[in-house]
């Protein structure tokens, strides 16, 4: 049984520990060893995490039973319009309809807060954008995002319409 917990500052040394097993092998073959490093120390390094939580990033965890499974954030980016900023499930997770269950969870969030609409970012290499696309998602854009030290994040912006 599936569950979601909001989490707070006090959560972000499980954020750290569920980022660093799913990460790498999320991007293992989509990214260099070196940019994934980079990009671990730029977006889940403590410091970055509670930046990103008091700029408004909801950040929630599942749970299966009591065993935390994945992470999740988001936030309004503009008058009904949010972002999902992450979803990550760990690896032994994915197919059990763990990721669906975060995204109905955020999509009823967001509704009473009255979007219109969800997005996201997903690489272009990443196999994750047919599971987006099962949930009703559409590439809106492809663009090239500078994140510093050289490297770009090469994605889709993808959107649900609510």
């Known amino acids: ?29 989509i990214i260099s060893p070196e940019q994934i ?3 671990l ?4 390094s403590e410091s970055s995490l509670k930046k990103q939580m008091n700029d408004g990033s909801q950040f929630i965890i599942v749970y299966e039973n009591e065993r935390p499974v994945g992470f999740a ?12 900023h992450k979803i990550y499930i760990l690896a032994d997770q994915q197919g059990k309809g763990t990721g669906r269950f975060v995204i109905d969870h955020i999509l009823s969030e967001i509704k009473k807060a009255g979007a219109a609409s969800l997005q996201l970012q997903v690489n272009r290499h990443n196999k ?14 492809e663009a090239d995002f ?4 050289g490297y770009f994040m ?9």
Do not use: C
């Not at 120390?41 to 889940?44: E, F, G, K, V």
């Not at 954030?73 to 949010?82: A, L, T």
């Open 73 to 84: 954030s988001y936030q309004e980016i503009k008058p009904s319009v949010f972002k999902l």
């Open 128 to 141: 994750a954008r047919s599971f987006y696309e099962k949930l009703g998602f559409t590439v809106i854009e």
């Open 146 to 149: 500078d994140i510093g030290n």
């Open 154 to 162: 090469n994605d889709y912006v993808m959107e649900k319409k609510l």
């Open 41 to 44: 120390n730029m977006m889940y």
């Open 1 to 29: 049984m599936f569950s979601i917990k909001n989490s707070s500052a006090d959560d972000i040394p499980l954020i750290r520990e569920l980022t660093f097993q799913i990460w790498p092998q999320t991007y293992a073959a």
């Open 37 to 39: 490093d980079y990009m």
